[in-house]
């Protein structure tokens, strides 16, 4: 009686044990970081829509105007249609391919709204417009709470990254897991070359 007594304690103290070693293991810890992760990228999608859904009234302020380039117009539409068109939910951070499709073109859709922007500048009626003032200000502030998003969520998938590359996190998150390290946003090749000033 009394060895079944002393098995029965021994084994009551595995369950203990073995929540007591899971606790230690970073387990919560990847949890954590893994929803941190993900509100920072919604945030990221947040603003990014917010300047998608700008562009329309900012395209349509801009027709107004005579003689604008029609072309500077076609490339901005279209930018937005291919960075609308971009399939992106919680699962982009967990897959490289797509989230590089997905900055690609929301880097395309910067590129465009910027050569509008300084077109612009050759129409002073256009610049005086009201709505266009209004929708220029919208739009520069947007850029700004992208740019905020965006270092949140990179600040946030480096402290993930480091949890799932860093030992004894490292075991759980890739055995217990199954999770991998995350992409970031990267700034593009052109911004790595100092601009060409001419005078």
Do not use: H
Not at 11 to 35: K, R, T, V
Not at 44 to 67: E, F, H, S, W
Not at 153 to 180: D, M, S
């Amino acid at each position: 009686m009394r060895l079944y007594t002393r098995r029965f304690r021994v084994l009551s103290f595995i369950p203990l044990a073995l929540m007591l070693s899971l606790s230690g293991c970073g387990y919560n810890q990847l949890q954590g970081l893994d929803e941190e992760v993900k509100g920072a990228w919604a945030e990221v999608q947040n603003q990014y829509q917010r300047r998608a859904d700008l562009v329309p009234n900012l395209v349509a302020t801009v027709k107004g105007a005579a003689k604008f380039e029609q072309d500077t117009l076609q490339q901005v539409i279209q930018a937005r249609a291919a960075a609308t068109s971009v399939k992106v939910d919680s699962s982009v951070v967990d897959n490289p391919e797509a989230f590089r499709k997905f900055e690609q073109a929301q880097n395309q859709l910067s590129g465009a709204l910027s050569r509008l922007l300084v077109v612009v500048e050759k129409y002073p009626d256009l610049k005086a417009n009201q709505n266009y003032q209004s929708l220029q200000a919208q739009l520069e502030g947007t850029e700004n709470r992208i740019a905020v998003a965006r270092k949140r969520y990179i600040e946030r998938v480096a402290e993930y990254n480091k949890a799932v590359r860093f030992f004894p996190t490292n075991l759980t998150a890739k055995w217990l897991l199954g999770l991998q390290v995350r992409p970031t946003f990267a700034a593009e090749e052109s911004s790595q070359k100092p601009p060409e000033v001419k005078f």
